[in-house]
């Protein structure tokens, strides 16, 4: 007996001492002074949807933000977490509940009987070991998780919207310039079928130029699909119905010639929302396995009550019968078989397993912008290259049919020419649209925000779905 205030003590400094098992080197990952390929180390800038200087994606972005469907499952699943984190505040708080109760019987004898009771009953867990803490702290970081993790999904959304914005645009672009090949082609046609009528022109020429005509109404009619499937894929990042029904005047690809900053590594780990994400949940699985430690301790708990009984409800709360009761418990677990430690040992392997997620998505999270990085300065050099490549084989096309019409060369060489210039075109509308897909990339691996702040609350997004 002598012993048990010293055994008690050393229980409660055993329960009550931290359980973080965080690696201390987690934080202190291989993290580059600078980027491989890049020495722009001015701060990131945020609001890149300005840069590309369509007003109309603006208006489709906005679109997007409010009707997507998966964003608002995903806006759902966080409130859920909101609302399981006050469940887990409400803990803290003494349960109070009242009872009331009435019958009426009648025994064997026949005699009949009334009886009314009233109860007030409250019970209250004192939370000495802090386990209690442990379960709302991290209910809190899975919302906070999730908080961040609805912004990261919601930075995509918008780069979708504005890549697949391009890719519709770049299709359009190449529709047309599919339809100007039907019409050079039916044009050759015309010219070499009016020449093999006078002689001029043999018959192998006709049929190569019915064959490249029939060629170009095939590819025609496949951009035709390309096309509608692209506006369907932008409709359906709307929330809208897929009916291919978007319309816009005449665009045209923007070319990107500017350089954007890149900060340094480093800034990426505050700055992206998924890095946040993730290390919540790093947190959270801490949080979690102090839950589980603090689970094998004895448990405190106070219930008091207060009743009353008489055989008509008018006969309550007169005082005649009042009674009260205080009551103090202590529940302690004594043998389970190995299911606590087993349990402890499970979240402290998911601690491990979530700090492990956490670098993957770290060093991630440098390789894409290591390889935007490289990706855009390729991209700017084979633009230039392929414009000079388009340029020549303009100019080889023209000279091409004139010496044909002259009977310098054959009718090979210059489907050869025209090839060399329908592919040179359709590259250089590809390659804008490689770029501007790469850099909405960078711009989103980089962490920087669409919009013109910071501010990672979605209050306007939060109060649609609240107030349905």
């Given at each position: 007996m002598?012993?048990?205030?010293?055994?008690?003590?050393?229980?409660?400094?055993?329960?009550?001492?931290?359980?973080?098992?965080i690696?201390?080197?987690?934080?202190?990952?291989d993290v580059?002074?600078?980027?491989?390929?890049?020495?722009?180390?001015?701060?990131?800038?945020?609001?890149?949807?300005?840069?590309?200087?369509?007003?109309?994606?603006?208006?489709?972005?906005?679109?997007?933000?409010?009707?997507?469907?998966?964003?608002?499952?995903?806006?759902?699943?966080?409130?859920?977490?909101?609302?399981?984190?006050i469940?887990?505040?409400?803990?803290?708080?003494?349960?109070?509940?009242?009872?009331?109760?009435t019958g009426?019987?009648?025994?064997t004898?026949?005699v009949?009987?009334?009886?009314?009771?009233?109860?007030?009953?409250?019970?209250?867990?004192?939370?000495?070991?802090?386990?209690?803490?442990?379960a709302?702290?991290?209910?809190?970081?899975?919302?906070?998780?999730a908080?961040?993790?609805?912004?990261?999904?919601?930075q995509t959304?918008?780069?979708?919207?504005v890549?697949?914005?391009?890719?519709?645009?770049?299709?359009?672009?190449?529709?047309?310039?599919?339809?100007?090949r039907?019409?050079n082609?039916?044009?050759?046609?015309?010219?070499?079928?009016?020449?093999?009528?006078?002689?001029?022109?043999?018959?192998?020429?006709v049929?190569?130029?019915r064959n490249?005509?029939?060629?170009e109404l095939s590819n025609l009619?496949?951009?035709?699909?390309?096309?509608?499937?692209?506006?369907?894929?932008?409709?359906?990042?709307?929330?809208?119905?897929?009916?291919?029904?978007?319309?816009?005047e005449q665009?045209?690809?923007?070319l990107?010639?500017?350089?954007?900053?890149?900060g340094?590594?480093?800034?990426?780990?505050s700055?992206?929302?998924?890095l946040?994400?993730?290390w919540?949940?790093?947190?959270?699985?801490?949080?979690?396995?102090?839950?589980?430690h603090?689970?094998?301790?004895?448990?405190?708990?106070?219930?008091?009550?207060?009743?009353?009984?008489?055989?008509?409800?008018s006969?309550?709360?007169?005082?005649s019968?009042?009674?009260w009761?205080?009551?103090?418990g202590?529940?302690a677990p004594?043998?389970?078989?190995?299911?606590?430690?087993?349990?402890e040992e499970?979240?402290?392997?998911?601690?491990?397993?979530?700090?492990?997620?956490?670098?993957?998505?770290?060093?991630?999270?440098?390789?894409?912008?290591?390889?935007?990085?490289?990706?855009?300065?390729?991209?700017?050099?084979?633009?230039?290259?392929t414009l000079?490549?388009?340029?020549?084989?303009?100019?080889?096309e023209t000279?091409?049919?004139?010496?044909?019409?002259?009977?310098?060369?054959?009718?090979?060489?210059?489907?050869?020419?025209?090839?060399?210039?329908?592919?040179?075109?359709?590259?250089l509308?590809?390659?804008?649209?490689?770029?501007?897909?790469?850099r909405?990339v960078?711009?989103?691996?980089l962490?920087?925000?669409?919009?013109?702040?910071?501010?990672?609350?979605?209050?306007e997004?939060?109060?649609?779905?609240?107030?349905?």
């Open positions: 002598k012993l048990a205030p010293s055994l008690l003590i050393a229980v409660l400094l055993y329960g009550c001492a931290s359980s973080s098992q690696d201390k080197q987690l934080r202190n990952a580059p002074q600078n980027w491989q390929f890049s020495d722009k180390s001015m701060p990131v800038s945020n609001n890149w949807l300005a840069e590309f200087s369509q007003p109309n994606l603006s208006l489709l972005v906005d679109e997007a933000l409010r009707n997507n469907q998966a964003l608002r499952q995903q806006a759902y699943d966080m409130q859920i977490l909101e609302q399981q984190l469940q887990a505040e409400a803990d803290f708080w003494p349960d109070l509940d009242l009872s009331l109760n009426r019987s009648k025994s004898t026949g009949i009987s009334n009886n009314s009771s009233l109860e007030l009953e409250s019970s209250y867990e004192l939370d000495i070991w802090g386990k209690l803490s442990a709302q702290k991290q209910a809190n970081l899975n919302y906070l998780a908080k961040a993790n609805y912004q990261q999904n919601r959304l918008v780069a979708n919207v890549t697949t914005w391009f890719d519709w645009i770049a299709a359009k672009q190449l529709l047309a310039l599919f339809e100007q039907v019409k082609a039916q044009q050759n046609l015309d010219i070499i079928e009016s020449g093999y009528q006078t002689g001029i022109n043999a018959a192998l020429d049929y190569l130029s490249e005509l029939n060629t009619a496949q951009q035709e699909v390309t096309q509608i499937q692209a506006t369907r894929n932008l409709e359906r990042l709307l929330g809208r119905y897929p009916n291919a029904s978007l319309t816009t665009l045209t690809l923007p990107l010639t500017n350089d954007i900053p890149m340094m590594p480093s800034d990426i780990i700055r992206k929302p998924e946040q994400s993730s919540y949940q790093v947190l959270a699985q801490d949080a979690g396995l102090a839950f589980a603090k689970q094998r301790f004895p448990s405190i708990s106070l219930r008091a009550s207060i009743s009353d009984s008489g055989d008509e409800l006969d309550l709360l007169s005082g019968s009042l009674a009761s205080l009551l103090g202590l529940t004594l043998f389970k078989a190995g299911d606590l430690k087993a349990n499970i979240a402290r392997l998911r601690l491990k397993q979530q700090e492990q997620i956490y670098l993957d998505t770290l060093y991630n999270a440098f390789s894409s912008v290591e390889n935007a990085i490289t990706t855009e300065n390729s991209l700017k050099l084979r633009y230039q290259s000079a490549a388009q340029q020549n084989a303009d100019a080889a000279l091409a049919f004139e010496q044909y019409q002259r009977g310098l060369v054959t009718y090979t060489t210059v489907l050869e020419a025209q090839s060399r210039s329908f592919s040179a075109q359709s590259a509308i590809q390659i804008k649209n490689q770029l501007l897909a790469n909405i960078l711009h989103v691996a962490g920087g925000d669409f919009t013109d702040t910071n501010n990672l609350q979605n209050n997004l939060e109060d649609v779905l609240i107030n349905e």
